[in-house]
C-alpha cells in the first residue's frame, strides 16, 4: 500500500473569467460579476499531493521542505500577487478558473516531480469553492 | 483525466437518533444522549463534489453558482431550520443518522444533476464526525 | 498587566425562539425560521474568558484542566444534546437567543469561578453569528 | 454590562497599494509585490460587532438577519468582485491598505447602524494580516 | 455503493528526526531543524477513516462514540503528551515521520477494528504537513 | 481613533511544564501529564498585534512584511523546531506554560518595537488552550 504527503501553499491574485471569443453581452451573462473588467481576486490555498512509497533511510515519501521549494519557485514565485491573465504566461489564452488553475499548476508540477510520485491538485478558490485535478474516483 | 468541482453549503437541523422498532431501554442504549425525545442539533457543513471534463468555452466543469442554487432550492431550503425527523419526508420513517443524511442528499441532487457528472457527498455533521457517500476507495 | 487564559468547549443542542407573550404572526415576523415550532439546532462553539494574574509557583491563571473540568460539569452537561427551550431550567421563560445562552453561561459560571477573576464569554452559534457577554470596550 | 453580536461576511477583490505622489520607485520600494501595477486580490472575511443592551422582548442586540442585510446591502454589494482601486469610490484617492478599508467600512456602517450601538470593524485580507478599527484598548 | 465514517481526534506529542545509521552530519543535513537532539514537538489531528455499510436498524456504519474509545484506548493513550522518540515502543527503532506515524496508527487499529471495514488514516502534522496511508488512488 | 493590525506567525515546539523547587509528587499531582519528563510539544500558533495610527502616505499602521520579519528574527528563529526548557535562555528558570510564553514573546517584541504602538499577544497553545497578553478588559 501506498503512503501520500500533502503540502499547502498560498498565493494572492487578481484574475477575470472572460472567453474572448464571445461578445461582452454573452461574457456577462455566463460569468456574470467574475467578468469585471477590472478584475477581482482571490486568496488561493493549495494543496500539493504526493503518493509514493516511504524511503527506507529518512521514513520520508518526499521531503516537505524540498516541495515547499519546488512549489514556490515553480508556482507561487509566478502566480503570487499577479494578475493571472495579464502576468502568467498560460492564461494568456487560457480563461483562469480554478478548473484551468488547478491544471496548469498540475502541468507545471509535473516536469519538476519525479514520474515515480502520483501527482495530485487540490485548489480551494474561497473556502466555498474548491477544484481537485485530477479527481479522485 | 478528470477534474472535481466541490461545493461547501451549510445547513443548521434539530434532529433525534431513534429506532421505532425498538423498545425505549434500547433506543437509549444504543444512541445514549442523541436519543433525547427533546431532539439536539447541529450545524451541518454540506460539501457536494461533481466529477466530469471542464467545457472548452467556459472552462468550467459546472457553474458554481448554478451549483450553489441547485442545492439551495432542492436540499437547503427542505433541510435548513428544521428537524429533520418531523419536517422532512425522508426521515419519517428513516433514522436521520450523518450516514442516512447523506445518503438522501446524494439521492436528491443525483435526480437534479446530470449523469455525466459523478456525485459525492461530504457531511460534516460536526467538526469531528464526517460523513462520506459514496465511498471513495 | 494582567492575563488572560480561554478555554474552548463545545456542546450542540436544538432551540426555537420564541416569545410566548406574542401572537403566532408576531413570532413568525420576528423570528422568521428560527421560530419553527418543531425546533432546530447548532453546534455552539463555547469560548470561556478568565483574566488574573499568574500563580508564581505555576505560572497559570487557572488550571485549564480544572476549567474544562468546571465548565463541562456546570454547562456542557447540562446544555448538550439538549433542546434548550423544554431541558434547561434557565430557559423555560427565556428566549434562548446566542445573547441569553451567553450572559445565562455567564452567570452560571461566575458563581463557579474564584471572584479574582473576571469572566467573559464568547458564543459562536455558527460561523457567521457571534455573542461576547460581557462585550470588550 | 454589555453585550456584543458579531456578524461575519466576506467579499472577493483586487486592489494595488499605490501612492499617487510617489515616483515610481518608492512605491515598488514601499509597497514592494503589493504595487503590482496589473493588481492582486484576497479573499476579505468581514467582522461586524455591534455592542449594545439587548431587547427585552426579543432577546436580540440586533436581528443578525437585518445586520447581514445591511452590511450586504451597503457594502457587499459596492465591493464584492471588484478592483477596489477602479470600482470603489472611496478609495479613489485613498490607499486600499487593509486598515483604510475597515475604517470606509466603518464610516459607511456608521451611517446605516443606529448611535446606541457601538460599532467595530475586524477584516482578515488572509489568514495572517488582520486589521481592527477602531483598536480595543 | 459504500459509505464512509470519518472520527476526529488529536494528540500533542515531542519527537526528532533522526537515522541511527547515519552519522551527526548527515542527519543534520537530510533533516535540518526537524533533527534538534532536545527534540520539538506538533499538535497532532488525527482522522480515522472506516468504509463499510450501514446496519439496517441503527443506519450506522459504526457507532462513532465506540470508534472515539477504540482510538482512544489504543493510540490517544499511548501518543498524547509523550516523547515518541523514547515513549512509544513502535518508535524505539522507527523514525516518528508523519509518514511512519500515520502507518503505525494504521496497524495498531487494523487490529482493533473489524476487518468488514476498510481502514484509512489521515495525520496532520501541522496544518501545512498532511499525510494519508493508505493513499487514495 | 487607533487602528490595529495582527500578524500570525507559528512555531513548533517541546516542552515540559515543571517546577524544579518541587519534589516528582506534587509536580505530577500539579502538571499531570505535561509533566512528562521526556516533555511533549505542540503547534504555536502566535498573533502579535500593534495599536497606532495610520500613516499618511503610506495608510499603514506598520508594514506587516517587517512586522513578520521582527517576529521571525527575534521569536521564531529562537523558539521554533526547539526544547523551550533546554534550548530557550529565558525559560531555563521559568516554567514554559502558555501564559509566560505569551509573556516571554510580548518582552521581547516590547524591545523591538517602537513605543508609540501599544503592542498585545495571543498565543494559541492548541485550538482549545489559548492565552492573551496583557489581557484587554
Not at 482571490?42 to 509514493?52: A, I, M, T
Not at 491573465?85 to 498540475?106: C, G, Q
Amino acid at each position: 500500500m501506498k503512503t501520500a504527503v500533502i503540502r499547502k501553499e498560498h498565493f494572492n491574485a487578481a484574475h477575470r473569467l472572460h472567453n474572448k471569443a464571445w461578445p461582452e453581452e454573452k461574457n456577462q451573462e455566463v460569468f456574470g460579476k467574475c467578468n469585471n473588467p477590472h478584475y477581482h481576486g482571490h486568496n488561493y490555498e493549495l494543496f500539493v499531493k504526493l503518493v509514493g512509497e516511504p524511503d527506507a533511510q529518512t521514513g520520508y515519501i518526499y521531503d516537505m521542505k524540498k516541495l515547499s521549494d519546488v512549489i514556490k519557485s515553480s508556482v507561487i514565485s509566478r502566480f503570487d500577487h499577479k494578475n493571472l491573465n495579464l502576468d502568467v504566461e498560460e492564461f494568456k489564452n487560457l480563461n483562469p478558473t480554478a478548473e484551468n488553475i488547478a491544471r496548469v499548476i498540475w502541468e507545471i508540477l509535473r516536469e519538476k516531480i519525479e514520474k515515480e510520485f502520483d501527482l495530485k491538485i487540490t485548489l480551494y478558490e474561497t473556502e466555498r469553492n474548491i477544484v481537485e485535478y485530477p479527481a479522485e474516483s
